[in-house]
């Protein structure tokens, strides 16, 4: 997967991208945690925010499934 500085830097190339409107923050939580999983400690945190977005949608999900 390449050193931590070039992970690193790949990282802050998405943020950067957010914060020029080419993604929303959704965009960047989720293409974080695709890329780099809960392994690299600076985005961890993103990674955690992406599993919490995705246990919300399932559990939305399974909710309307039950009506």
Same mark, same amino acid.
């Given at each position: 997967?390449?050193?931590?500085?070039?992970? *690193?830097? %790949?990282? +802050?190339?998405?943020?950067?991208?957010?914060?020029?409107?080419? =993604?929303?923050? $959704? *965009?960047? %939580?989720? +293409?974080?945690?695709?890329?780099?999983?809960?392994?690299?400690p =600076?985005?961890? $945190?993103l990674?955690?925010?992406?599993?919490?977005?995705?246990?919300?949608?399932?559990?939305?999900?399974?909710? $309307?499934?039950?009506?």
């Amino acid at each position: 997967m390449g050193s931590v500085a070039g992970q *690193e830097a %790949a990282a +802050r190339a998405l943020a950067a991208r957010m914060l020029a409107d080419q =993604l929303t923050p $959704r *965009e960047l %939580a989720f +293409r974080i945690h695709q890329r780099f999983g809960h392994e690299l400690p =600076l985005v961890e $945190r993103l990674a955690n925010l992406d599993d919490e977005h995705a246990s919300g949608i399932e559990q939305s999900c399974s909710v $309307r499934r039950s009506r």
